[in-house]
T-cell receptor, first 115, second 111 residues
Framework: ETGVTQTPRHLVMGMTNKKSLKCEQHLGHNAMYWYKQSAKKPLELMFV???????ENNSVPSRFSPECPNSSHLFLHLHTLQPEDSALYLCASSQPTGPGANVLTFGAGSRLTVL | TQLLEQSPQFLSIQEGENLTVYCNSS?????LQWYRQEPGEGPVLLVT?????EVKKLKRLTFQFGDARKDSSLHITAAQPGDTGLYLC???????????FGQGTTLQVKP
């Protein structure tokens, strides 16, 4: 148990479906992140929320829509995805500023397969 | 684009052997981290190095930050099957949590 919980752990969806990934942390952190992990590629930072405000959107297609209703919860809403979006989606949290901002605690990830 | 190149990408060794994983960049980082990720889990932080030339030890693991803060190495002594996993280096240029990750080194230690 790392303190960051992601659900579901596995998701299979068609290209026309709408689904959401959920992330929850109870570490008292105020920054949350979505990363995409594909085979043999570096982790790709998708979105950063600091104090519930989106501070980074790394040119992510609009078919991915993040939501951060409070500092403990982060969602990634998915719609009309492509097969190449199949990957492990990792949520992480940290302190918002200072040296602690670079100490990320990751969840176990949501393995997404798009058919 | 800042890149962190890790080498080797894959390593399969026998229990008891020593190994070194390298993480190189042309960019300077304010700090560099090493994570280990096991199958079905997220990355777990092993160490953070912040000072050029710094050496940190974690049991059989030795981490070094290059003098110019552009590269780092991870040395494992007498590897154990429990060391098997994906090792990731990640560099930071500021205290914003925006890390640049290497592509990872998959280590397999056979009994």
């Amino acid at each position: 148990e790392t303190g960051v919980t992601q659900t579901p752990r596995h998701l299979v969806m068609g290209m026309t479906n709408k689904k959401s990934l959920k992330c929850e942390q109870h570490l008292g952190h105020n920054a949350m992140y979505w990363y995409k992990q594909s085979a043999k590629k570096p982790l790709e930072l998708m979105f950063v929320y600091s104090l519930e405000e989106r501070v980074e959107n790394n040119s992510v297609p609009s078919r991915f829509s993040p939501e951060c209703p409070n500092s403990s919860h982060l969602f990634l809403h998915l719609h009309t995805l492509q097969p190449e979006d199949s990957a492990l989606y990792l949520c992480a949290s940290s302190q918002p500023t200072g040296p602690g901002a670079n100490v990320l605690t990751f969840g176990a990830g949501s393995r997404l397969t798009v058919l | 684009t800042q890149l962190l190149e890790q080498s080797p990408q894959f390593l399969s060794i026998q229990e008891g052997e020593n190994l070194t994983v390298y993480c190189n960049s042309s960019s300077v980082f304010s700090s560099l981290q090493w994570y280990r990720q096991e199958p079905g889990e997220g990355p777990v932080l092993l160490v953070t190095v912040v000072t050029g030339g710094e050496v940190k030890k974690l049991k059989r693991l030795t981490f070094q930050f290059g003098d110019a803060r552009k590269d780092s190495s991870l040395h494992i002594t007498a590897a154990q099957p429990g060391d098997t996993g994906l090792y990731l280096c990640a560099g930071a240029r500021s205290n914003t949590g925006k890390l640049i990750f290497g592509q990872g080194t998959t280590l397999q230690v056979k009994p």
